[in-house]
C-alpha cells in the first residue's frame, strides 16, 4: 500500500507540475513580444484618446457650421429688411406744401457772368497761369485785367510782360501776394469784383 500512495502521489505531483508548465509556457512571453504587447495597448490607448479628439472636434466643427448658417440666415433677413425699407422709401412720397407769392425773383446774373463763370471754372480745376503760358485761360484773366483798368489792351491768349505787370498791381490792390502769377486765391478775388461791378 505504501507503494500505491507513493504512486498517486508522484502522478498527483507530475499533473500539478504538468499543469504548471503548461501555464507557464502559454503565459510567459519572450522580449520581443512583451515589448509588442507593450506597445499595441500605448497605441490603442492613443487610438481611444484621438478617436474622443476627433468626436470633439466634429461636435464643434457642427456647432461652428450651426453658428455659420445662422448668421447667413440673419444677414439675409436683415438684407430683407433693408431692402424693403429702401424699397419703401424710394415709393414713399412726401408732400410737399407750396405757397405762391405774387411776387417772383429772378436769379441775380451780373453783366459779366460768363467771365465770372469762366474765372470760377480755372479757381474751381485750380489753375496756374505765370509768364509764358497760353490759351484761353490766359484770355480770360486779360478781359478780366481790361474790365479792371478799364482799358481796352489786345486779348492775345499770351501772358507775356504786360500782362504780369497788371496782375501784379492788381494783386497789390487788393492786398493778396503780388507775385505776377495766377492761382485760384487770385480768380476768387477777380469774381467778388466782378460781382460788385
Same mark, same amino acid.
Given at each position: ?22 501555464? =507557464?509556457? %502559454? /503565459? ?8 509588442? @504587447?507593450?506597445?499595441? $495597448?500605448?497605441?490603442?490607448? #492613443? +487610438? ?40 419703401? =422709401?424710394? %415709393? /414713399? ?8 407769392? @405774387?411776387?417772383?425773383? $429772378?436769379?441775380?446774373?451780373? #453783366? +459779366? ?85
Amino acid at each position: 500500500m505504501e507503494n500505491f500512495k507513493f504512486a498517486v502521489a508522484s502522478i498527483i505531483i507530475i499533473v500539478i507540475l504538468g499543469l504548471g508548465g503548461y501555464w =507557464a509556457f %502559454t /503565459t510567459i512571453e519572450s522580449g520581443s513580444s512583451h515589448v509588442d @504587447s507593450q506597445k499595441l $495597448k500605448e497605441s490603442e490607448a #492613443k +487610438n481611444k484618446d484621438l478617436t474622443k479628439k476627433v468626436a470633439d472636434l466634429e461636435k464643434q466643427i457642427s456647432l461652428l457650421q450651426a453658428d455659420k448658417e445662422q448668421v447667413l440666415a440673419d444677414q439675409a433677413q436683415a438684407k430683407a429688411i433693408l431692402d424693403a425699407e429702401v424699397s419703401k =422709401a424710394q %415709393t /414713399t412720397t412726401i408732400p410737399i406744401k407750396t405757397t405762391t407769392t @405774387s411776387t417772383t425773383t $429772378k436769379p441775380v446774373v451780373s #453783366k +459779366n457772368q460768363t467771365l465770372i463763370n469762366e474765372l470760377q471754372k480755372l479757381a474751381d480745376n485750380k489753375v496756374y497761369l505765370k509768364l509764358k503760358s497760353q490759351g484761353t485761360a490766359v484770355g480770360s484773366v486779360q478781359k478780366f485785367l481790361n474790365l479792371y483798368n478799364k482799358t481796352s489792351n489786345k486779348v492775345d491768349n499770351d501772358y507775356g510782360a504786360s500782362t504780369v505787370t497788371a496782375v501784379k498791381n492788381y494783386q497789390k490792390a487788393v492786398g493778396i501776394t503780388a507775385d505776377g502769377e495766377t492761382g485760384p486765391s487770385t480768380y476768387l478775388k477777380m469774381i467778388v469784383w466782378l460781382k460788385n461791378y
